[in-house]
């Protein structure tokens, strides 16, 4: 009976401890409600037996007591995440196999207990993997340059890149729509160190298999690639996913898919795109009164002459290609439009619409 209470309590709190994270540190409901259900049925595993526990605890006397989780772990909430499922499913594992003994039969169901066991398992899973993609979407601000194989033709990618990064530029995203795989592979890996070197957030453009082998932190995605939950399952937990969104229906779809940040636009017409849908500056307004803290980019048609514009309605990031790598001095252009979305929003020139 003690080791039965000792550890349903002990799953009750580590199951507390993560849906607080859920709630106070993610912001995320779903998540919270999710695991404060389970917590509320792990509470009533034993209820015939409530009693019985509350006789036999001895917790001044028990050997066992735990004095705290250390950990030297860099992220400290994830530390506190692995530490609270570990606690509650090894917890869980514990009262299901004393439910299989004869002293509990009838009070227990093991297979209940194993269903919660590995719920919480998906639970650690989801939570660690919204905490670390957290970390790198709060990269996803100020300058975003494009590298555009096609606009850039024969140029060099990283030269482009890397003079980008040292104008101001904080995220290079790599679109090579046409070129060979092997190619793009070895362009990607490229860009991939660049950025890794120069503490830039680097983004592969559409293809989930090359993001995945070079181990980009990021990968973006149009809304005809695949969907973003068959991505999760192709990419390693701490990988971000940008979407494209042209209109209120993908962006919200995108919003409850759980996108690492919203990329809007075509904003202005732009000749990157001949069959772009210029948005205007309302969609990126009406997604930032509903976007909450995810990232906006705002894409399409920017430049030195409108950037303040789109900062102003609500941009966190601004994404370029011609207005930065067709430019005669790289790094001059990306400086220029790096200090203006920074002298905008220390203005604090977010005007966003509120929700209807």
Request: proline share 3%; glycine share 8%.
């Amino acid at each position: 009976m003690r080791l039965l209470d000792a550890n349903l309590n002990r799953a009750s709190e580590g199951l507390r401890v993560l849906e607080d994270v859920a709630r106070f540190i993610l912001d995320d409901q779903l998540l919270s409600r999710e695991l404060k259900a389970v917590r509320h049925e792990v509470s009533t595993l034993a209820e015939p037996l409530a009693a019985q526990f509350l006789s036999l605890r001895d917790s001044p006397g028990d050997v066992g007591r735990e004095s705290g989780i250390p950990s030297e772990a860099d992220n400290v909430h994830v530390a506190l995440v692995r530490a609270n499922a570990k606690r509650t499913e090894e917890s869980l594992r514990v009262i299901e196999e004393c439910a299989r003994l004869t002293e509990t039969a009838g009070c227990i169901d093991a297979v209940r207990v194993e269903r919660l066991r590995y719920a919480t398992y998906d639970f650690e899973k989801r939570l660690v993997s919204r905490l670390l993609r957290l970390e790198r979407r709060r990269g996803v601000r100020g300058l975003y340059v494009v590298v555009d194989r096609r606009t850039i033709g024969e140029g060099d990618l990283c030269r482009i890149a890397a003079e980008a990064i040292d104008g101001g530029a904080t995220v290079i995203q790599l679109r090579d729509k046409e070129g060979e795989r092997a190619d793009v592979l070895k362009e990607a890996e490229a860009l991939c160190a660049l950025c890794r070197q120069r503490s830039a957030l680097f983004v592969m453009n559409d293809h989930a298999d090359i993001a995945a082998a070079v181990g980009a932190p990021g990968l973006h995605i149009g809304q005809a690639d695949l969907p973003l939950p068959v991505v999760r399952r192709l990419l390693p937990i701490d990988t971000i996913v940008g979407v494209s969104c042209s209109d209120h229906e993908s962006v919200l779809r995108a919003l409850e898919e759980g996108a690492d940040y919203i990329a809007v636009g075509a904003v202005f017409p732009t000749a990157q795109k001949e069959d772009a849908v210029v948005t205007g500056l309302d969609l990126v307004r009406w997604t930032r009164a509903r976007a909450g803290d995810t990232p906006l980019v705002a894409i399409g048609g920017i430049g030195a002459h409108n950037v303040g514009d789109v900062v102003r309605a609500g941009a966190d990031c601004v994404a370029v290609i011609s207005a930065v790598v067709s430019q005669p001095d790289v790094r001059q252009a990306a400086s220029e439009l790096a200090r203006a979305i920074a002298c905008v929003s220390a203005q604090g020139g977010q005007s966003g619409d509120k929700p209807a």
